[in-house]
């Protein structure tokens, strides 16, 4: 064998070698580039599961701000017509003839069953309606009747700063009927009936 066929033959050899370190880095580098795009792949996967969960947790907090706030204009917009209402019902009572006043106010006492000394704490208006059409006289004789028990009633000095209605000072206790007070404590007891008729949808 010749020099020039020995040095082939390394030389052969040598890139038999080279060929074979090659193919195996190309393996290997191919290897690590599969798993790197492998793990980015995962990597964008969690990524765009993450931007999709946060987009839906996103869509359902505005969803339920949405549904928070048309809830808060809901119950506001009640209130507004509640509060309407109630200013509706004491301008009606208010602007009661004189005739419906005195029956209205006649009832309101009469409901009330006290005795002895009764002062009648009124609005200058009624109190001026109770002298002209005598109402304490009539209201000492049917409370007697009814109740069985003599009762004195007397208009207080100084009116009502109210829009209507008395207050009764008794001997043992006070009764608060003025307008204000009645419709407060109707819209109180009563105040699904009377929202069920505002608002026909509910709630």
């Given at each position: 064998?010749?020099?020039?066929?020995?040095i082939?033959?390394?030389?052969e050899?040598?890139a038999?070698e080279?060929?074979?370190?090659?193919?195996?880095?190309e393996e290997?580098?191919?290897?690590?580039s599969?798993a790197?795009?492998?793990?980015?792949?995962?990597?964008?996967?969690?990524?765009?599961?993450?931007?999709?969960?946060?987009?839906e947790r996103l869509?359902a907090?505005?969803?339920q701000?949405?549904g928070l706030e048309?809830?808060?204009?809901?119950?506001?917009e009640?209130?507004?017509l509640l509060?309407a209402?109630?200013?509706?019902?004491a301008?009606?009572m208010?602007g009661?003839d004189e005739?419906?006043?005195?029956?209205?106010?006649t009832?309101?006492?009469l409901?009330?069953?006290?005795?002895?000394e009764?002062?009648?704490g009124?609005?200058a208006?009624?109190a001026?309606l109770i002298?002209?059409?005598g109402?304490?006289a009539?209201?000492?004789h049917a409370?007697t009747e009814k109740y069985g028990?003599?009762?004195?009633?007397k208009?207080?000095?100084?009116?009502?700063?109210?829009?209507?209605?008395?207050?009764?000072y008794?001997?043992?206790y006070?009764?608060d009927?003025?307008y204000?007070?009645?419709i407060d404590?109707?819209f109180?007891a009563?105040?699904k009936?009377?929202?069920?008729c505002l608002?026909?949808s509910?709630?």
């Amino acid at each position: 064998m010749s020099a020039v066929t020995v040095i082939d033959k390394i030389q052969e050899k040598a890139a038999a070698e080279a060929a074979a370190i090659r193919k195996n880095a190309e393996e290997k580098a191919l290897a690590a580039s599969e798993a790197i795009l492998s793990e980015a792949k995962a990597k964008a996967k969690n990524i765009k599961r993450g931007a999709e969960e946060q987009a839906e947790r996103l869509v359902a907090a505005e969803k339920q701000q949405s549904g928070l706030e048309a809830r808060i204009s809901y119950l506001n917009e009640k209130r507004r017509l509640l509060i309407a209402l109630r200013r509706e019902t004491a301008e009606q009572m208010c602007g009661f003839d004189e005739n419906k006043t005195a029956e209205l106010l006649t009832k309101l006492v009469l409901e009330i069953p006290l005795e002895g000394e009764v002062f009648v704490g009124a609005s200058a208006k009624d109190a001026i309606l109770i002298r002209e059409k005598g109402l304490l006289a009539n209201w000492k004789h049917a409370a007697t009747e009814k109740y069985g028990r003599a009762v004195e009633y007397k208009l207080s000095e100084e009116p009502l700063s109210v829009n209507g209605g008395l207050v009764l000072y008794g001997t043992k206790y006070d009764v608060d009927l003025t307008y204000d007070t009645l419709i407060d404590a109707i819209f109180e007891a009563h105040e699904k009936e009377i929202a069920d008729c505002l608002f026909k949808s509910g709630s």
